[in-house]
């Protein structure tokens, strides 16, 4: 039962890049877009992510629920040394939920819309940035139990140019989910063309910060370049992830919307494979050499067997609603330019 739990702690978190990071995406996008087009981005936005935003949370819930109850010392190590980055995490999903919410059913159209629209798109930058510095933080060896004064136990565990780095990629990472969403459900090739050269620009980001974390990882003794190359497991996932980028650009040029989509989901899965593999069942990595892990302790085997009951059968009713949910407004024609011009 402890692979289950684990089994749905990975893939709450994958689903929660793939849905939660296009959504955060969605801001990221309408942060550098011309101002031309942040009309045109910000209506086919709202439509496309409007009535399932808040269900994406879901996948982020569950994690932190499996977290709490399965595996208190992770839980508890990352709301302590990591309690600054995880607060303006949650700030920034309140304030972007806040703001989407006010900018789109606010009954006043007056000049708050523009302070709306900033918050929406500014926490939509700023929350996968710091979801991305915890990760980075949690394997960075960079958490010192040991420290005995406020700076080294809680700010530059985190403040360090491989987290920020970590959190950088992220961030494009979202762009690039969102642009080719948002390329899948536009029709006019004058919308279609804006998000693939926003696109473009996030896939050129995450590639510069790639090679920034290859860097900085070197340099900072951080072995990352053994945990995607040094197995056949990372090696081969590595390998699927690169060639899936490529083959999104394929699928995009040929306005194949399902190809483009599948090798999206390939790329992401094959990148957490390549990236978490090598130090799997190890979460968290302390600067002291100890560990934390997923597997090892036996005492709360008995909560893990009930978790593990509980995720089972809240699957059974949850996952099929949530998929008729996304049926349900996935089936919508009328977003502004997914419509054929006439």
């Not at 977290?67 to 920034?92: E, N």
């Not at 302070?115 to 991305?132: A, D, M």
């Not at 997923?294 to 699957?315: D, N, P, V, Y």
């Not at 949850?318 to 349900?328: A, E, S």
């Amino acid at each position: 039962m402890l692979y289950v739990v684990v089994g749905f702690l990975w893939t709450s978190l994958l689903i929660y890049v793939l849905s939660g990071g296009a959504d955060f995406g969605a801001g990221i996008i309408e942060l550098f877009a011309s101002r031309i087009n942040k009309n045109k981005i910000r209506a086919a936005s709202y439509r496309a992510i409007g009535p399932i935003w808040e269900a994406n949370h879901m996948w982020l819930i569950i994690a932190v629920v499996v977290l709490f109850v399965g595996f208190p010392q992770i839980y508890t190590t990352v709301s302590v040394y990591l309690h600054i980055p995880l607060v303006i995490m949650l700030i920034g999903i309140i304030a972007r939920g806040t703001a989407f919410s006010f900018r789109n059913y606010d009954a006043v159209q007056d000049s708050m819309q523009a302070i709306y629209n900033r918050i929406y798109v500014y926490s939509s930058f700023i929350t996968p940035l710091f979801l991305g510095i915890i990760c980075g933080s949690a394997v960075s060896r960079q958490i010192d139990p040991g420290a005995l004064d406020f700076y080294d136990a809680y700010i530059f565990d985190w403040l360090n140019w491989f987290s920020i780095a970590v959190g950088f990629f992220a961030v494009f990472l979202c762009g690039f989910l969102a642009s080719v969403y948002l390329i899948g459900e536009a029709k006019d090739r004058d919308i279609k063309s804006v998000y693939s050269r926003l696109g473009r620009k996030m896939s050129l980001a995450m590639v510069l910060f790639t090679g920034m974390l290859l860097w900085v990882a070197h340099r900072e003794g951080i072995p990352l370049t053994i945990w995607i190359l040094g197995n056949k497991v990372s090696l081969i996932a590595t390998a699927l992830c690169v060639i899936s980028f490529v083959f999104v650009w394929i699928m995009i040029a040929a306005g194949n919307r399902a190809g483009m989509r599948v090798f999206t989901v390939l790329m992401v899965t094959s990148l957490l494979i390549a990236v978490t593999y090598s130090h799997f069942p190890n979460v968290i990595l302390l600067k002291d050499g100890h560990v934390i892990s997923l597997i090892g302790s036996k005492e709360g085997l008995r909560t893990i067997s009930i978790l593990g009951k509980a995720l089972l059968g809240g699957s059974v009713f949850i996952l099929p609603c949530l998929i008729y949910l996304i049926y349900t407004f996935s089936g919508s024609k009328d977003l502004p330019g997914t419509s054929e011009p006439e």
